[in-house]
C-alpha cells in the first residue's frame, strides 16, 4: 500500500460500479467483492464514498479484515482541504483498546521472551510476581496473566507460553472455521506443532529419547513440568475449536502413553518417534456400543492362534478420537474372562488386514475424526501386545487422571472464550439505545461466568501442582476423586458459559462463521466434554466414592 487519497478523491468512488470504502484510515476498492457480500451489495454501497468503520465493526469482527483486506486494500486516506477539520474517525477505538491485533498483542509476549531483563527486574524486586500479558480482557486469560502473585510460574512458562500464543494464533486459529467444516485438518500441521516445539509435552512429560530436546520458548526438557503442559492446552484451547485442539493433541496423549509406559522396547521403536514427531497418528480405542465409561464390561475380543503365534481380534470400537486418520490404534480387548481381570491391551496398525474405519457423524468436533472402528479377524502379532496380559484394565486406569485433567484444561479455557467473546461484543453492540455492557442483565450473565471460571481455575492449578509433587501412585490415589470432581466442575461451567454467551450473541450464536463463530462451534460441543473420559454424573459418583474410601481409611485408624 503506497498510494494516498484525499477525502475528496475516495468521495467520488460511491457506486455499484466503483465502490470505495474507508475502515480506520485505509482505502478499499470492493467494487470486485459486492457480488461477494453475505448481507447483498446495497449495505456496502450506501457507505462507499465514505468512513464505513463504525458500520464495518458493529457487524464483523478483526478475521474479516484479515481475510480480505489484503486483497481489496489500494491506500490510504491523507491530506485534504477537509481532513484538517474532519479527520477520518477511527469508529473503534474502544474496540481496539480490547481486541488489538495480532501484531499489537505480541509486544508484551517479545517483552517477555526477549527482554528477560524486564522479567528477571520484577522477579527481585517482588518474589512470585508475574508481568502483564496478552490482552488483558479482565477474566480472559488466567489471572496470572495480569500482573499479580503466583507461587506455580517462573520466567520458562513465560517463554513458553509467549512462543505457544504466536504459534497458535498465525498456525492455528485462523483456520478453525475451514478445518471445521472440511471436518479435517491438513496432515502436516501435526508436523509443524512438533516443529514448533510443543506436541510431544501432552504425554505426562518430555519424553527425549523420541522426542529430542527442543521446546517452544527454549525450554529446557529438565525444566519441563505439569504447567508447561498446562499452559500448552491452554493456549491451544484459545483457538475456541475442541474439534482442532482434539485433532492435534488428543490421540496422542491418551493413546501414546501405554506403550510409553508398558510396552516393550519393539513397541517404542515401532510408533513413538513417529507419533510424537508428528510423522505418524495413533488413537486410543476403549469405548464401544455396548461399554463407555464401563470399561470393564466391554466385550472386543482376541484370541490367541493355536500356535501362540498371534491374537485374533474381533470388535467394534465407537466415538474413538482420530480413529479415522490414524496410523496406530491402541486398543483395549478381551483375552481372559467377564470383568476388569480379562482385559488386555494390544497395538494395531493400520495396514493389517480386517480393520474398518468410519467418520461418524456427530454434533461437533468434527476435525477431530470421532471414528466407527470395525474388527473382523484382524491377525495381530503377539509381539504387539502392550504389558501383560490380561492386565490392560490396570493400564488404561492409569492414565484416566492425565486425561480428564486435560479435559478440564480445555473446558475451562473454553469457558473463557465465551465470556471473552461475549465480554468484547458487549462492548460494542447496542440494543434499545445502550450497549450491552450497559444493560444489568448483560453483567450480571458475565459476572456468573466469570466467578465459575476462576473457581474452577483455582482447583485447576491446585490439583496441577500436586501432580508436580507427588509421584504417580500417589497422585492416583489421592487426586483421582478430587480430578473426577473437577473435569464435572469444568464442564458445568463449560455449559453455563456457552448457553450464556449464545443468549448475548442472539442469533449471531446461531450461525456457523461470523463473529460468533467461536461462540457457536464451542455451543455444539459441550457435549464431547461433559461425556468423554467419564460422564458428568458417573464423576460425581465416583469423587464422593473416593472420599468415602478415604473417610473410612482414616476412620479406621482412629
Known amino acids: 500500500m503506497s498510494k494516498t487519497f484525499s477525502e475528496e ?9 466503483d465502490c470505495w470504502v474507508v475502515i480506520d484510515g485505509k482505502v478499499y476498492d470492493v467494487t470486485s467483492f459486492l457480488p ?20 464495518f465493526w458493529s457487524l464483523h469482527g478483526p478475521e474479516v479484515l484479515k481475510e480480505h483486506g489484503p486483497k481489496l486494500l489500494i491506500g490510504s486516506v491523507g491530506n485534504s482541504s477537509k481532513s484538517s477539520e474532519n479527520p477520518p474517525k477511527n469508529a473503534e477505538k474502544s474496540q481496539k483498546s480490547v481486541e488489538k491485533s495480532t501484531k499489537n498483542e505480541q509486544k508484551p509476549n517479545k517483552s517477555v521472551e526477549n527482554g528477560s531483563k524486564t522479567v528477571e527486574k520484577a522477579e527481585k524486586s517482588q518474589v512470585g510476581r508475574h508481568p502483564k500479558y496478552g490482552q488483558l480482557v479482565p477474566y480472559g486469560d488466567p489471572l496470572w496473566y495480569s500482573g499479580v502473585f503466583s507461587p506455580y510460574y517462573n520466567e520458562s512458562h513465560h517463554r513458553f507460553r509467549a512462543a505457544m500464543r504466536e504459534f497458535v494464533e498465525r498456525e492455528i486459529t485462523p483456520n478453525c472455521h475451514k478445518w471445521d467444516e472440511d471436518k479435517k485438518m491438513p496432515s502436516d500441521i501435526y508436523r509443524k506443532c512438533y ?36 499452559i500448552l492446552i491452554d493456549e491451544l484451547s484459545r483457538c475456541g475449536s475442541g474439534g482442532v485442539v482434539w485433532g492435534i493433541q488428543a490421540g496422542l496423549a491418551i493413546g501414546l502413553p501405554p506403550i510409553l509406559l508398558f510396552g516393550n522396547q519393539y513397541l517404542k521403536d515401532k510408533c513413538a518417534k513417529p507419533c510424537l514427531t508428528g510423522e505418524k497418528i ?12 464401563d470399561v470393564a464390561s466391554l466385550r472386543t475380543e482376541a484370541k490367541k492362534t493355536p500356535d501362540g503365534k498371534h491374537y485374533i481380534v474381533n470388535g467394534e470400537k465407537k466415538w474413538i478420537t482420530n480413529g479415522v486418520f490414524a496410523d496406530f490404534f491402541t486398543v483395549a480387548v478381551r483375552t481372559g474372562g467377564e470383568g476388569m481381570g480379562g482385559i488386555s491391551m494390544l497395538l494395531l496398525e493400520k495396514g493389517m488386514p480386517g480393520i ?15 471414528t466407527y472402528i470395525t474388527f473382523e479377524d484382524v491377525k495381530v502379532p503377539v509381539e504387539n ?53 450497559d444493560q444489568p442483565v448483560i453483567r450480571n450473565k458475565l459476572a456468573h461466568m466469570a466467578r465459575e471460571i476462576e473457581a474452577t481455575q483455582s482447583w485447576l492449578e491446585t490439583i496441577t501442582y500436586q501432580m508436580c509433587k507427588l509421584s504417580h501412585k500417589e497422585s492416583v490415589s489421592s487426586l483421582g476423586g478430587a480430578t473426577a470432581l473437577l473435569k464435572a466442575q469444568s464442564t458445568t461451567t463449560f455449559e453455563l458459559c456457552a448457553r450464556e454467551a449464545t443468549q448475548i450473541f442472539g442469533g449471531l450464536a446461531y450461525t456457523r462463521g461470523g463473529q460468533a463463530e467461536k461462540v457457536e462451534r464451542l455451543y455444539r460441543e459441550v457435549r464431547a466434554y461433559s461425556i468423554p473420559g467419564g460422564s458428568e454424573e458417573i464423576m460425581l459418583d465416583l469423587g464422593v466414592r473416593q472420599a468415602q474410601k478415604q473417610f473410612a481409611a482414616v476412620a479406621s485408624k482412629v
Open 36 to 55: 461477494e457480500h453475505p448481507g447483498g451489495k446495497k449495505v456496502v454501497v450506501n457507505v462507499s464514498g465514505k468512513d464505513a468503520s463504525a458500520k
Open 385 to 437: 501386545l502392550i504389558g501383560k496380559e490380561n492386565e490392560g484394565f490396570k493400564y488404561v486406569m492409569y492414565n484416566f487422571n492425565h486425561e480428564r485433567w486435560g479435559i478440564v484444561v480445555q473446558a475451562t479455557r473454553f469457558s473463557r472464550v465465551c465470556y471473552e467473546e461475549s465480554f468484547l461484543y458487549a462492548h460494542k453492540r447496542k440494543a434499545f439505545g445502550k450497549r450491552l455492557i
Open 356 to 370: 474398518t474405519t468410519r467418520q461418524m457423524k456427530c454434533s461437533g468436533v468434527w476435525p477431530s475424526g470421532t
Open 282 to 293: 495413533i488413537c486410543l480405542c476403549i469405548t464401544e456400543p455396548y461399554a463407555g465409561s
Open 195 to 230: 516443529e514448533a516445539g510443543f506436541l510431544p509435552g501432552v504425554v505426562g512429560g518430555w519424553p527425549t529419547e523420541y522426542a529430542g530436546d527442543k521446546i517452544a520458548g527454549g525450554v529446557k526438557p529438565s525444566e519441563w513440568d505439569y504447567f508447561h503442559e498446562l
Open 9 to 17: 478523491e475516495v468521495a467520488k468512488h460511491n457506486t455499484e460500479k
